[in-house]
Every structure is written in structure tokens, then in C-alpha cells.
């Protein structure tokens, strides 16, 4: 179970309406523990999604009316390193769920998720960056994202199936695993503040002046419910905070929060080479469209990341 | 073997130099009396380009120095019918070539076959269509001939194999098959003149107003070698005569060369909901990088086309 999985299960928890759930998930571990949902009728499934047969089974006994699919290899870095395996995991299990509920004519509305990572790099004038954006993938994770999403856009269009896409930003939260930027900080200065006893901590970084738009997932997951509420079908709607950060104010803004000064130093083996200078998102068409718009403020994310990681 | 790959070994052969060759080949039949290549010293080994493995053991032993990938499920209808199959027959193939290129250092030049179906449905105003057209792909082949052309760009910029592109148009020549429309044409009007004694043939068509593109396989065998000779890696090429000729045109020339009058009814079953009015290429960027050009003339395949089914 993923990252964002956990948060929009809590979040469809908080509505307190009786709701069954069906949670098809491969080798994040399930602590049962965890999930205390009470409003949620819970069901597991442990399953490839590359298993057709065996997710054909679950969805026609299961029969949902909202498919959320949360599922993905997301790391670019990996993507570089198996290609074929990223490809694979991400285009052919949205497929492989499309062609199910084609086939089986199940009447539920989908979610395809995709990443701002398929806009490549976009020339400055053009932020912040509309969804007519055209796109321009530049790593294999992305060119999988804007295959998913051109299938998703067939199925929409062609066979009338009842989907919904988005672009997401990048997210940020507690529970995001540390391979991640803003976890990975906050980790390391916590660690050095703990051993060490000098006034400034030293912070491994890639490069800093990249400007990035990141968005609380407690507001990404209730932009996915108001989108499986209101969105139109095969519409793509970014899924960002319109509001554009760069890793050193981030810093910054750690360094105030925990009362420490942390000064940085580049890690070579950090620096990707073709990384966008800044990515920043418009918003407009799924304000206007669903009336959601992000409310957690960036510091109060950090705040609630740091206090994540200081009870690990 | 398919159309195409028949034309690519002609052209190679009547180059008159000898050149080993390894054919890659699936289902359809090799019939080793067709490939009478004196120069060419040929190999054919029939394995499923999905089985990786196998594939590399091949392209391990032979250690080409240049890949013309012309496998693929090119039928748009079909893609309709099982997308699923296509996509991964299509995408997933090319990835694993580029995969065994990458992973065993071969070091050698590939030409990415890609299709005028990933520019999808085109505003009158931007035709011809330049290569830099942003791509909107309608049937589920088109979505994974982007995918393929997205993960050659990848390959080619940042793991610097050397992979050059195409997009290619609407192919017509002896040998094809029956199931495009130009000789599915020429099929019915013989077969029709033979059995039919009146002065008028009627021929089933789909929607006869529609203005594609069309190239005579020859030269776009002759487009390809050329890039493999000079096209840069990284770089996309649309193969295309362009010229438009509207379905009616071709019917009229066909009247014309078969001295008959035919008449014309449309079969429902032959209009496709989302078919693009009007493709018609821009070759000026192979034109001016290659030296290419398109030499036959659409009458001179027609009579070519016509020569060839007399014969069936």
C-alpha cells in the first residue's frame, strides 16, 4: 500500500459514510494495525497487476463503482536503471485494468494517474504550465505516464469508459518514503542534530536552485475524491499547488522550523543530468471545475513531516 | 517477413556489395524461393521479438552494425479489437531491442519505424505536417508508436545509442496486402472485370473523400537506407511523398489505367468514427539532411499494383 493509497483511504475514512473497499496491492507490507478506518468495510488482495487473470477475477467479484489507481513504479532514477521493467509495471497494468473493465462492462469511473514529469522541460514563459502544455518525457518513467495517459484518453474517447486523468505535482507528507528530497533532509538534519552538538548541521544535497511545485497529499487525495465526484471524462486536470519552491528555500524554511543552521554541500552522485530547472503548475481547471482547491500551507507540511520523523 | 522488410533486402541487394543479413521473422512465411539476394548472405531466424532471450542470444552472435526494425501489428483496426495485444507487441518489442543494444554494447545504428497515425487528427491550417507537430494518437497503435518513438528518444539522448526515426506515411506497392485499401481496390475491380461483362464495375469503398499521403514502398525503402547512412540519431523524419490524393482520385486513375468505369457505393462497415479528413506529409527535412527524394510517380505504382494482382 502506498504513500498516497493510505492517505486517501483516511481521508474517504473522515467523510464517516459506510463505504466497502476493495485494496489491491503487490509488496508494500499491509500492517493491519495501520488501517484504522472504522467507517471502511476492508477488503485485501495481494496481486500483480501484470496478473490479468487473477485482478479480472477480484474486479468482477468485487464489481467497484471507483477504480483509484494508485499504483506505480514512480521512481525515475530506477526508471533509468531497468527501463523495460518501469515501462512495463506502469503502462501495461493501467491497460491490463482498462481491458478488464471493458471487457466485463463494469459501469465504474476511473482514476488515471499521471505525473508532471511528462511535461519534459518547458521553457520558461511557459510557466506556470497549463495541461495543454505539450508534452516532451524525457526519462522512461515519463514517457510510461504519457502512454498510460494517451491509452487512458482511447479508452475514454473511443470505448466510452468513464475515466478521469491527472497530472500530479510532487507531493509531499509524513509516511513518504526517505528516497525522496524532503524526507531525506529532514532525516539527515534530525540524525545530525541528535549526534551532534555543534551549532551547524551540513546537509548533502543535488542541486538546490531547482524550483519544484509541491503539494501536500492530504490535498492531492481529496483533489482525486473531487475529481471521481466531478471530473469529466477523459479531461486531464494538474494536480499542483500553483506555487513554485526552491530546494534551498525548503532548506530554509527547516532551518527556521527546527531552530538549527544547516549549511549544504553538493553530493555529485545527486545531480541528475537532465533535471528541469522549474516546474511549477496551473491549477485553474480543477478549481473551476471541482471547486477543490489546496489548503495546507507549505510550512505546516514540514512541520508535519519533521514531527514524522522525529518519532521514528 | 513482412512488405516492407521484402523491399529493404531488394534495395540492399541491388546495391550490388555483399552484406550478411540476420532476418528476424514471426509468422508470416518465409519462402526462401521469393529471396533470390545474390549478394546478400542471409540468415532467418523465426523467434517472437517479445522473447527477449532468445533475441539477444541472436543479436549477441550476428553483433549487427545496424537495426532496421520493421516488425509491428500495423493494423489500426486490429488495435481496436485487442489493444492490449497490439500495444505490447508494438512497444514492447522495440524496448527490448533497445534494452539488448544498451545492455551488451553493440554498438550500432537503428532506425525506429514510427507511423503518420501519431500525428492523430490535424488542423487543415498545419498541413503538410512538419515533424514538429505535437501528437495527439487516436487508436490504441498510434499511443504505442508514440510510446516506442518516446522511449527512442530516450535511448538516443541520454544512453547515446545511436537510433534515428521515422514517421511513414501511407505505403502502396506490389505485395501488399489485401487488407489496405489501395489493393482490396484493385482486388475487387479485376476480380469484378473478369466475371462481369457490363461496361461498369461497382466497388464497395469506405468514406472516398478522405486525402491521405501515399509513398511507394520502394522509395521508402530507398528512405530508409539513406538514413542509416546520414540521418542523425535523436532526430525524427517523416517518409512521405508529399503529395494528398483523395480515395476518389485513386479510383479515377485506377478507371483510367484499367480502361473500365467504375462506380462507387460506400459500405458502412468501412467507416471508422474518428478517421482523420486530410494527412499529408512534409519531406523537406529528409529531403534537405539525406539527398532522398521520392522518385514514383502514384501511376506508376498503380499499373505496379494492378501488374501484380493480373498475376494472382
Known sequence: MGFAAYYFLDYLNSLQEKCDVLCIYLDTPVNMDLYDFPYLQMRFAKIDLLNYAAIEHELVSFFPTHIVHLASFSSVAKSWHDPAVSFKNNTNIFINLAEIIRTNNIPCKMLSVGSSEEYGNVPVECIPIKESMPLQPINPYAVARVAQEMMALCYASSYKLNIVLTRSFNHIGPRQRDIFVIPSFVKQVLANMKSNKSSEIK??????????????????????????????????????????????????????????????????????????????????????????????????????????????
Open 203 to 312: 546537509l548533502l544535497t543535488g542541486d538546490i536552485s531547482l524550483i519544484r511545485d509541491f503539494i501536500d497529499v492530504r490535498d492531492v487525495v481529496k483533489a482525486y475524491y473531487s475529481l471521481l465526484e466531478k471530473g469529466v471524462s477523459g479531461e486531464i486536470y494538474n494536480i499542483c499547488s500553483g506555487k513554485g519552491h526552491s530546494i534551498k528555500s525548503i532548506i530554509d524554511m527547516l532551518s527556521d522550523l527546527l531552530e538549527v543552521k544547516i549549511s549544504t554541500a553538493i553530493d555529485e552522485k545527486k545531480i541528475r543530468p537532465n533535471d528541469n530547472k522549474i516546474i511549477i503548475g496551473d491549477n485553474s481547471k480543477i478549481v473551476m471545475q471541482t471547486g477543490w482547491e489546496p489548503k495546507i500551507q507549505i510550512t505546516d507540511s514540514l512541520r508535519d513531516v519533521i514531527d514524522y520523523w522525529k518519532q521514528r
